[in-house]
């Protein structure tokens, strides 16, 4: 079984920074990419950024320049590190894997249970 568990969530003003976590764990042969999602209320849930294992990357233009995800394949970690943060980013931020855990299994896609950040104005 696979887990991820995020942190680094809360709440904080506009222009403010938050750095949110993801850490994999659990029977992991292989981590491909991985990305993060957001909810807001009533709206659909969100890709917001994603990063190979090679470390390439893609945001969603509403983050470009503001917000930059790393991770840590040794750790099997990712990271969200949120600048210049606004009311509209306000929302439940969910890690989301592709993860081999085996060498003969398919890859499986691996969720969160989301962290809530919330951007006062």
């Known amino acids: 079984q696979v887990q991820l568990v995020e942190s680094g969530g809360g709440l904080v003003q506009a222009g403010g920074s938050l750095r949110l976590s993801c850490a994999a764990s659990g029977s992991i042969f292989f981590v491909y990419a991985m990305a993060w999602y957001r909810q807001a209320p009533g709206k659909q849930r969100e890709l917001v950024a994603n990063i190979t294992p090679g470390g390439s990357t893609n945001y969603t233009n509403s983050v470009k320049g503001r917000f930059t995800t790393s991770r840590d394949n040794a750790k099997k970690m990712a990271y969200l590190q949120m600048n210049s943060l606004k009311p509209e980013d306000t929302a439940v931020y969910y890690c989301?894997?592709?993860?081999?855990?085996?060498?003969?299994?398919?890859?499986?896609?691996?969720w969160g249970q989301g962290t809530q950040v919330t951007v006062s104005s």
């Open positions: 989301n894997a592709r993860v081999r855990v085996a060498p003969n299994k398919v890859p499986g896609d691996y």
